[in-house]
């Protein structure tokens, strides 16, 4: 009898040890939500400091520069309705033409796309795109298929290194890319920016393609589907009471600072 | 080892079915108090255990087997509550670790409710049912003759011839 009962309870022990296990195992789709935005803001910070030590992102401190990001930054803000992100929008200097976000909400824009840019609506139309990226958390949704939270928390020097080099480098699928256009028509009417801004800005970098300048840009990268994304955002139709309020910039000056 | 025989269901008397059967859905109401607080959850299993030791070897099988059956799921249920908020309060990762437990947790809760259930359902008709290792656990220790109690050192004994 006693000899039976052990044997009951290590076929107990047995069964309950491998479902625990084999469920550890096996691969969950992780999801981002499960990280916090507090945490996310953290990780993003350790990420910009990294970035901005690299040589071909160094930050790029110019008063009037500074200032008028600001200004475009804050009218997007101001027009985002409930966020839990406090954005911070850093230049760095590069002729690249590129932006790209950090997670927790950290977008740089180097002063390469500054210079591209004719005006400062079709620059706010790059933020309001990459401000897509960062509320419908698709860095991070990326980072966690591709690395685990686990690996992606886990505070490691070398790790945060590894990281920050697949940041500067992202890109999205054409899913990702087309919620955050259509999050920055959006955004943009509701900043009183013409939403449209975005289809002229996305014939300009048409018209660029071949431009080695561009080719880290994430908004070309992965999907040069301009033709498309341009039918798309002049589909956009803004509210019968919209308004587009200039923002008030010399933006001639501010380019000259570069 | 010998072991007292087994009543058979005509046998037992309704009320004792009954109480038997109850012992299954008293344990399933403790164990509800049982996930914040698994300790009173126990303490109120065993004293009901002990009330109704009076009511005969079936009930006390039933009983035990309930009870036995019922520790390591709220053990595992307290765990999975403390690992929670652990992780909420330490803004920890939930890893795959805790999601495997998580899966482990539900399985166990399930089974225990498949097998009490239909424990409850025996027991009314005055059927023994065991369950993998508890019940064993519990046969063994209501039905086992314990010979200091049934053989030699007796105390009291019919009068000599
Ligand atoms: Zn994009």
């Avoid at chain 2, 369950?131 to 010979?147: C, D, E, S, T």
Wanted: hydrophobic share 45%; net charge negative.
């Amino acid at each position: 009898m006693q000899r039976s009962i052990l044997r009951d309870l290590l076929v107990l022990l047995g069964v309950f040890g491998l479902i625990w296990l084999a469920f550890s195992l096996f691969s969950y789709p992780e999801d981002p939500q499960l990280l916090s935005i507090e945490k996310e803001e953290r990780l993003g910070e350790a990420y910009v400091d990294l970035i901005l030590l690299n040589p071909m992102f160094r930050e790029f401190e110019n008063r009037q520069v500074d200032s008028a990001i600001r200004v475009i930054g804050d009218r997007l803000e101001g027009g985002l309705h409930d966020s839990e992100y406090n954005y911070r929008f850093v230049v760095f200097d590069s002729e690249m033409i590129n932006a790209f976000t950090v997670p927790g909400g950290n977008i740089l824009i180097s002063t390469g796309l500054i210079g591209f840019c004719d005006t400062p609506e079709e620059l706010a139309s790059v933020m309001a795109h990459e401000m897509g990226h960062v509320e419908e958390r698709h860095v991070l949704s990326r980072l966690v298929k591709e690395l685990g939270i686990e690996i992606l928390t886990s505070g490691d020097q070398y790790v945060i290194g590894e990281v920050t080099g697949l940041l500067t480098s992202t890109s999205f699928d054409r899913k990702q890319e087309e919620e955050a256009d259509l999050f920055a028509a959006h955004l943009l009417e509701e900043s009183a920016i013409e939403p449209r801004t975005l289809a002229t800005l996305f014939r300009k970098l048409e018209e660029e393609m071949d431009n080695e300048l561009m080719k880290h840009f994430e908004i070309i990268s992965t999907h040069p589907n301009f033709r498309f994304r341009i039918r798309e955002a002049l589909s956009f139709k803004p509210a019968e009471d919209f308004e587009a309020k200039p923002i008030e910039l010399d933006w001639e000056e501010i380019r000259g600072e570069l | 080892m010998k072991y007292h025989e087994l009543p058979q269901p005509d046998q037992i008397e309704t009320r004792v079915k009954e109480d038997a059967m109850g012992a299954y859905f008293m344990m399933f109401a403790t164990s509800a108090i049982g996930i914040p607080l698994p300790l009173l959850n126990l303490v109120a299993a065993i004293i009901y255990y002990y009330v109704n030791r009076s009511k005969g070897k079936f009930v006390q099988f039933h009983t035990l087997q309930s009870l036995y059956s019922q520790i390591p799921v709220t053990l595992l249920n307290s765990g999975l509550v403390a690992w929670t908020i652990v992780n909420f309060v330490g803004d920890l990762n939930f890893t795959s670790f805790y999601w495997g437990y998580l899966v482990m947790v539900a399985t166990a809760n399930l089974v225990y409710f498949i097998f009490s259930i239909v424990g409850a359902v025996k027991a009314r008709k005055g059927v023994f049912y065991y369950f993998l290792f508890f019940g064993k656990v519990a046969y063994h220790q209501v039905y086992q003759i314990r010979p200091e109690r049934d053989s030699a050192t007796l105390r009291n004994r019919p009068p000599g011839r």
